[in-house]
């Protein structure tokens, strides 16, 4: 079916203009729903913005019901990562009072590494990939005890500071903010501990919160580097086998 290669394959010259095409269409989908959101805007803008936002939309869900009607596995497309994101971006605008996801077609963009063959990148995200499975265990564990040491810091503040600040620290899901501020080393500032005690809390937190960040990226960093020696280990296998045939 033309139309099928035409949607799916960008091999061919008509799917990778069509491709082109609907990435050009999000860019520019884009930069409008950012202008919109400068103030003062004059009346003709919005006209011409609201104008850019209908006549993509229109064209977005087109592709969307065409890649739809000529997937083999209709279902699977439309609960596939690609699909939730072309759904969820349109169907707002249909939708009066909804919640604007018109952003989510940022993620649009990343059919421009098959649209342009960028295999390296294909091979990043492959190893990528590869390094989360090789620390799955690690990072479920690490995210529960952060969860607990992000709790027992909440409840810490709360008794040293509920007493000093009551209406700061009025509550521990309010001192729950602190915490996760804290330990991520952000330190916004707008909640903060006045005394001693919570001071020298604070101390002891701020030494975890290295450990939440350090962790992790260490974790990651040793992942991806066996992920690419896992990587260059096959590449070899695949050329020596292909020598001694």
């Known amino acids: 079916m033309r139309l099928k290669a035409i949607v ?8 990778w203009w069509f491709d082109l095409t609907v990435q050009v269409l999000i860019i520019v989908s884009l930069f409008s729903f950012s202008i919109e959101t400068l103030p ?8 011409v ?8 939309v229109c064209i977005f869900s087109l592709e969307y019901l065409t890649r739809v009607w000529v997937a083999d596995n209709k279902l699977k497309y439309m609960f596939s990562f690609f699909g939730i994101i072309d759904f969820a971006s349109i169907v707002p605008f249909y939708l009066p009072g909804g919640v604007d996801l018109r952003s989510l077609r940022v993620l649009r963009l990343l059919r421009a590494f098959r649209l342009f063959k960028l295999l390296r990148y294909n091979q990043a995200m492959k190893r990528f990939s590869i390094a989360i499975g090789l620390i799955r265990e690690e990072l479920i564990l690490f995210s529960i005890v952060t969860s607990m040491m992000f709790y027992i ?3 810490g503040i709360y008794y040293f500071e509920n007493t000093a600040q009551p209406e700061v620290f009025d509550s521990i899901f309010t001192s729950l903010w602190w915490a996760i501020v804290t330990l991520t080393t952000v330190g916004y500032g ?8 919570g001071r020298i809390f604070t101390f002891f937190v701020l030494m975890g919160g290295l ?7 260490g974790l990651f960093s040793s992942a991806l580097s066996e992920a690419r020696r ?3 280990s096959d590449k070899t296998n695949a050329v020596t086998s292909e020598t001694t045939t």
């Open 40 to 47: 003062d805007l004059p009346p003709h803008v919005h006209r």
């Open 190 to 197: 707008d909640i903060y501990p006045i005394t001693l005690g």
């Open 49 to 56: 913005l609201r104008i850019i936002e209908s006549v993509t």
């Open 230 to 232: 896992l990587s260059n």
């Open 153 to 155: 810091s909440a409840v």
């Open 211 to 217: 450990g939440v960040v350090a962790v992790p990226a």
């Open 8 to 15: 799916e394959d960008s091999d061919t010259s008509a799917g």
